[in-house]
């Protein structure tokens, strides 16, 4: 047996009980739904990652400083750095976290999806089948076809999010610290945004369910980010008040 079986079991179960609300597109709101509860699983880590990446912004006048003080000396300069995030309690990669344990998860959803003798390509979002690719969509009746429409509709949430994220990303990129002997970390602060972009162009290339999928999450981040990050940002420190290390 398939390890992807009990999960197409459970998403056609899911899609069952939906179908009374969903009719034929029942499948897409099953993956829809479980999406959301992937994503609800995965809340507190975002919550930590929220909290490390307010702690980083709070404390980059410190890391400023250290970097000063330890401008002739790396070793010791990423010694105290290191040891400023133990203190409190974070550390450097605690934002990337959310993003690495979504890659199983985007993993099962490609292989669930794009597989030619996958059980679930039989269903259909508004008519165009779940397996499905945008280039087929298009030869089938056009861009702006019955099936095209449907994909447009689902790029159009992805591009969406993208841009809403990336503006958001550029208003708080200037405010994070810079990881310690990361040589090139600022342009890649600059580089790092547009990738919520390259979304959408892996949206038109897998099948229609699998950009179902990213139109879901990507929107569950954007949002679930915008309202962690309303939290206030603790007091920066005055410069100067580093402790010492040894």
């Known amino acids: 047996m398939s390890v992807f079986t009990p999960l197409t079991a459970l998403l056609s179960q899911l899609a069952d009980g939906l179908a009374p609300l969903a009719g034929d597109s029942a499948m897409a709101a099953a993956i829809v739904v479980f999406t959301l509860c992937v994503r609800l699983a995965l809340h507190p880590l975002a919550r930590a990652a929220a909290r490390g990446e307010r702690v980083r912004t709070r404390l980059a006048p410190r890391v400023a400083e250290l970097n000063a003080r330890y401008k002739g000396d790396p070793q010791r300069m990423r010694q105290a750095v290191t040891e400023l995030y133990a203190k409190e309690g974070v550390s450097p990669i605690t934002g990337c976290l959310p993003s690495l344990l979504q890659l ?3 993993a099962v959803m490609y292989h669930l999806f794009s597989g030619s003798g996958g059980a679930l390509r039989q269903h259909a979002l508004a008519g165009a089948p779940l397996g499905g690719h945008w280039l087929d969509a298009v030869r089938a009746g056009g861009v702006c076809g019955p099936q095209g429409l449907v994909y447009l509709a689902v790029f159009a949430v992805i591009a969406a999010v993208a841009a809403w994220t990336y503006r958001r ?4 990129a200037a405010q994070a610290a810079p990881l310690p002997d990361a040589p090139g970390a600022a342009g890649l602060a600059k580089f790092l945004p547009l990738l ?24 569950w981040t954007a949002v679930e980010r915008a309202l962690l990050q309303r939290t206030p940002n603790e007091a920066v420190p005055a410069p100067g008040t580093v402790a010492s290390t040894k």
Not at 169 to 172: E, F, L, Q, S
Not at 197 to 211: D, H, I, M
């Open 196 to 219: 919520s972009f390259g979304t959408l162009v892996t949206a038109a290339l897998l099948p229609l369910a699998t950009g179902l999928y990213l139109a879901t999450t990507t929107t």
């Open 104 to 106: 199983p998860v985007f």
């Open 169 to 172: 990303a550029r208003g708080t």
